[in-house]
């Protein structure tokens, strides 16, 4: 069974830098897609960033190109999101993803995908 474990998650200025990680375990993931998502107070989820946990190929809300990373190490079965130049319209929280179809669409997240539980990134002006 995929099991998904977050940390990394807190309190920043606006400008300042955070780092989450998301640790996956219960099977390999080749042709998976991982991913990072966000939730703010009565908005709906969004997509941030995901990586193909084979090709490494990666994708990006416009909203955070340029200044969000995700990428993944192998060896700690873990991936991450660097996020800097972090502004206050980035709180929310953040949930990582294991999606089997590696294609990250509405019916896949719905259905398919494993989630973490959620950790708060609140950004302060």
């Known amino acids: 069974q995929v099991q998904l474990i977050e940390s990394g998650g807190g309190l920043v200025q606006a400008g300042g830098s955070l780092r989450l990680s998301c640790a996956a375990s219960?099977?390999?993931?080749?042709?998976?897609?991982m991913g990072w998502f966000r939730q703010a107070p009565g908005k709906e989820r969004e997509f941030v960033a995901s990586?193909?946990?084979?090709?490494?190929?990666?994708y990006y809300a416009d909203s955070v190109k340029g200044r969000f990373t995700i990428s993944r190490d192998y060896a700690k079965n873990t991936f991450y999101l660097q996020m800097n130049s972090l502004k206050p319209e980035d709180t929310a929280v953040y949930y990582c993803?294991?999606?089997?179809?590696?294609?990250?669409?509405?019916?896949?997240?719905?259905?398919?995908?494993?989630w973490g539980q959620g950790t708060l990134v609140t950004v302060v002006s």
């Open positions: 219960g099977r390999t993931f080749s042709r998976y897609s």
């Open positions: 990586i193909s946990w084979t090709s490494g190929s990666t």
């Open positions: 993803n294991a999606d089997p179809s590696g294609t990250n669409s509405d019916y896949a997240t719905r259905y398919l995908a494993v």
